[in-house]
């Protein structure tokens, strides 16, 4: 005769109200959010607002004046993502008007061309870290977009404490079109230093825009000259081919003069 085997019991689910006992002994934000990642009851309970509106309000009290429909938990992780953020950006202490900007370019080994700028004077090109220089009369200078070309880019402090230089190229330029040459050169990017875009790479660049005549050459040589009328220089995303914002220029040039590495 068979022996009555014993009734195994049904597994359920924890009663609610033991687990809305637990949540009450857990209040740090990490251990609510993987209680929440259990089970689907236990999200209901892990997520509830009872829990996460106390915490958010002790830890950013002017969230109690929000309005919006959102819950708690999804308040607080806005908040605190965006506390992070500013954690990790640098304090902007290099502002543009405390720098000064020197362009010096030389061809077959005598200066053409020597430009200062101080930031004060400078105007951004919507709102990215580019700049465009009109020459003046006194500034005129005539280049052979066809002989190699130095050019030293070099960033300083309004204090005259720090400087950095963010180029020194040195051969043949590439054509822009008809009136354009431009240089380009590679920045070193510390693996500290942090941006708004992430696995960003900079480079600096350089743009002479010449007039339309010519003259009979740089330096008194052949036939070849062009006068500079406007000189452009920045930064640019190397990730996104993109010219970097106004504020991630100034971090980095920050950065790269107070030497934060």
């Not at 992430?198 to 660049?205: K, N, P, T």
């Not at 825009?209 to 930064?235: I, N």
Request: hydrophobic residues 40%; contains cysteine.
């Amino acid at each position: 005769m068979a022996m009555p085997q014993p009734r195994r019991q049904a597994r359920s689910s924890p009663p609610w109200e033991v687990l809305r006992l637990i949540s009450e002994f857990v209040g740090d934000p990490k251990s609510l959010a993987v209680a929440s990642c259990v089970s689907k009851s236990w999200h209901a309970v892990f997520t509830s607002d009872h829990l996460w509106t106390p915490l958010c309000r002790s830890l950013f009290p002017s969230s109690a004046h929000s309005t919006t429909a959102v819950s708690s938990r999804h308040l607080f992780q806005l908040l605190h993502t965006a506390s992070r953020r500013r954690r990790t950006s640098s304090q902007l202490l290099l502002p543009l008007p405390r720098l000064l900007f020197f362009l010096d370019v030389f061809q077959r080994g005598a200066p053409v061309l020597s430009l200062g700028r101080a930031g004060s004077a400078l105007v951004s090109h919507r709102g990215v870290f580019r700049f465009e220089v009109p020459m003046n009369g006194e500034e005129l200078a005539v280049l052979d977009p066809g002989d190699d070309v130095r050019v030293a880019w070099t960033v300083v402090t309004a204090e005259w404490r720090q400087a950095f230089r963010l180029m020194e190229f040195e051969g043949q330029a590439r054509a822009v079109g008809n009136r354009e040459m431009w240089f380009s050169e590679e920045l070193p990017y510390p693996s500290a230093f942090r941006c708004s875009e992430a696995e960003a790479g900079f480079e600096a660049q350089v743009f002479f825009e010449f007039a339309d005549e010519k003259h009979g050459g740089a330096g008194g040589g052949g036939g070849g000259g062009r006068t500079v009328e406007k000189v452009s220089f920045g930064l640019m995303n190397t990730k996104t081919w993109r010219f970097v914002n106004m504020e991630d220029g100034l971090l980095y040039l920050q950065y790269c003069l107070m030497d934060t590495k």
